[in-house]
């Protein structure tokens, strides 16, 4: 464990913790690491075998579970899960032999309370919309609309998902919660839905 860890950081005895940019009440288990120049939120959970790049912002209250990397150029905002396994890249073609500037390298964004499922691959170059839902084992190609549900290889939307966790009901976009839904009107990236009325 670094002694550059900020105070109220918990990192197990077999965890590794090198940024100084890591928010209070994040904690850090077993064979995870942290490497420097990573910035981590507060209250986060990173789970054993998590590997947070330099370059990599993860937001409050992440959770990030077992066996996930998340590379430079990946941005996390707050309230996002990550299931175990779910792999993030940035670079869609890679070569050994032929190293690139890190800068070249493409961007992804995770937004606020999406949920990555599983073994999900999400490839570089990418806005998964907030609230989104990634089912477990899909793979995403293309920008992922707020509160869709996306299964499959490449993932496609099969419904729209709550705040909440439910399906909204696809023709009066409310959930049984009592949130509504409209679809958004604008041109910003990645569209989908907003939240109209919070249950």
């Known amino acids: 464990m670094s002694d550059r860890v900020p105070a109220g950081v918990f990192v197990h005895t077999h965890g590794l913790c090198e940024s100084d940019q890591v928010g209070p009440g994040t904690r850090v288990w077993a ?16 789970c054993d075998h998590v590997y947070v790049e330099e370059g990599a912002v993860v937001g409050d209250r ?11 150029q990946v941005t996390i ?3 996002v899960f990550v299931g175990p396994f779910a792999v993030f890249t940035n670079d869609r073609n890679p070569r050994a032999a032929f190293k690139k500037d890190p800068n070249s390298f493409e961007s992804t964004r995770v937004q606020r309370g999406a949920t990555i499922g599983a073994n999900a691959t999400i490839v570089c170059g990418n806005v998964i919309g907030e609230g989104a839902f990634v089912g477990a084992g899909s793979t995403v190609l293309a920008d992922v609309p707020a509160f869709a549900l996306v299964v499959g290889s490449p993932a496609r939307r099969i419904a729209w998902m709550c705040s909440c966790g439910e399906r909204i009901d696809g023709a009066s976009l ?3 919660c009592g949130r509504r839904y409209r679809v958004r009107n604008d041109d910003a990236r990645p569209g989908g839905l907003v939240l109209v009325t919070d249950g």
């Open 31 to 46: 064979f995870a690491h942290v490497a420097p120049g990573a910035i981590i939120g507060a209250a986060c959970n990173l």
């Open 174 to 176: 409310r959930c049984t």
């Open 77 to 79: 905002d707050d309230d």
């Open 62 to 72: 992440v959770t990030v579970k077992n066996g996930v990397a998340i590379w430079s």
